[in-house]
């Protein structure tokens, strides 16, 4: 079967563009439940739909599923379950900006943030009451890693701390 035509030119279709599009507004998704549900009655393969759409089979199927027992209605986002966050955007933004910077900036005696510290942050800067682990899940949230300092000998002689590395490392090489 000869083909007709010059080859598309997709070179400008950043897919991460479209899939935050996408996930802007659950009406959108809507429209892409129901494009492939008739694409699937239209008899196109289920593979391949699930392919250009980023899903998996279960979900189609239950995308299939939820349009056959409710009608229209079933396609539609639902709003997902769960308690509602305490930080939003905004003090989530402030609070990145805050982590940016030494505690000692701030006006807190600690060298570095931990769980405790972001509780007390919060409770001061936003009256907001959390545990550290919840602290601590934010911080992460926000990109940020714990750290732990490293430990310094005060009477630790770094020349004969370089000595005893290179010692260990040909002892190591013998093994």
Known sequence: MKKRGQPVK?????????KSFLNESPERWEGVKCSALIAMKNGKDVQDICEIVGITRETLRNWRQSFENKGTSGL???????????????????????????????????????????????????????KPRAAQYWMKKLGFTRQYPRRKYIKADPVEQEKFKKKIKKSFLKI
């Open 76 to 130: 539609k986002s639902e709003k997902p379950s769960g308690r509602p966050p305490k930080l939003n955007p905004n003090m989530q933004e402030a609070l990145k900006a805050a982590l940016l910077k030494t505690p000692e900036e701030l006006g807190y005696q600690q060298a570095i943030w931990d769980g405790n510290l972001v509780c007390v942050y919060l409770k001061d800067k936003f009256k907001i009451e959390i």
């Open 10 to 18: 997709n070179k400008n279709i950043d897919i991460e563009v479209l």
